[in-house]
Nanobody, 115 residues
Framework: QVHLVESRGGLVEAGGSLRLSCAASVSAFSINTMGWYRQPPGKQRELVALITRDGSTNYADSVKGRFTISRNNAKTTVILQMNSLKPEDTAVYYC?????????WGQGTQVTVSS
């Protein structure tokens, strides 16, 4: 079973920055994709950004140019650097990974952007 440990989110003013990280308990060899989804208040969970084994990235249109997804050298931790945050980025952010052990989700961390 894959365990994902997310860093704590937080409260930030609009225009500010926040960095989220998520460590997976499996070897990099077994990981196909890592990334982040979010669920804004009263809305469905949506894709934020993904990074694949070969380093390819995919972003939601709403975060392109503001958010950057990356991995650590061991490729077992995914990092989401969020800049120029907007109130509409307020959501619970969930780490996601797809590996040989299957799909797994983090427990979620709250990010609140004040206007």
């Amino acid at each position: 079973q894959v365990h994902l440990v997310e860093s704590r989110g937080g409260l930030v003013e609009a225009g500010g920055s926040l960095r989220l990280s998520c460590a997976a308990s499996v070897s990099a060899f077994s990981i196909n994709t890592m990334g982040w989804y979010r669920q804004p208040p009263g809305k469905q969970r949506e894709l934020v950004a993904l990074i694949t084994r070969d380093g390819s990235t995919n972003y939601a249109d709403s975060v392109k140019g503001r958010f950057t997804i990356s991995r650590n050298n061991a490729k077992t931790t995914v990092i989401l650097q969020m800049n120029s945050l907007k109130p509409e980025d307020t959501a619970v952010y969930y780490c996601y990974t797809d590996s040989l052990q299957g799909a797994a989700w983090g427990q979620g961390t709250q990010v609140t952007v004040s206007s």
